[in-house]
């Protein structure tokens, strides 16, 4: 095993594996060591005043991988949306998990299609190019996005006396999902990604405006009686809204 670190001002260079980690230790009276990733992936190493140098090393090697995927993400995350590569292998979410996609080429397949196979997304098409990669996705995750929004509208139906007039999946970037005075509600196919409990949220959200149009206090009241957690489930949506895309 092989590993060295440099010092360079504040910030520490830690190689470990072939890889490296750039971090600052930060001395507190705590008692013990922990590591920090801020909003913009910089780590920092929390620890008792004097800790031996090496028991530092060794908490960043025991969590090594954690550490650099993390810090990488929160990197990315600050940088913008990722561009995805429509080849085996590439990553898409759904409902807050990740899938690996398989593409095969089948021409006597009646249409483009994606199926759910264990840890997998298996996409079959007539024709292999990134388009018909993105329309197939973009189908799958319309129509798991329609079947689970209303799924759950029934679920929670019992909350309400008002009944939505109709349930429509959308491609407006700019809402999660809306409510009109005509109890019209609509919703980001892009929800299919997230987890079940933040798809909830956002479709207690909406039927809330059903009694409450604005995000008055009584409407904030009526969706903490029925999710008392929403705020946890809504900071998910801020933190990985920009994972989701296809």
Known sequence: MYYKINIKGDTMT???????IDFTIKYTRRKTISIHIDFYGRIEVQAPKDTPMNNITSLLEDKWDWTREKSKEMKDRV????????????????????????????????????????????????????????????RFYYQKCKDLVEKRIRFYQSDFKMKPRSISITDDNSNWGSCNSRLELTFNWKLAMAPIEVIDYVVVHEMCHMVHLNHDRSFWRLVGKILPDYEERKNWLAITNWKMVV
């Open 14 to 20: 830690h190689t470990f594996l072939d890889s490296t």
């Open 79 to 138: 940088e913008g949306k990722i561009e995805k590569v429509y080849e085996h292998g590439e990553v898409f979410l759904y409902l807050g998990k990740s899938y690996a996609i398989i593409i095969t080429v089948d021409e006597e397949k009646p249409k483009d299609c994606v199926v759910i196979e264990g840890d997998k997304l298996h996409i079959y098409l007539k024709q292999h190019n990134d388009d018909a990669v993105k329309r197939a996705l973009k």
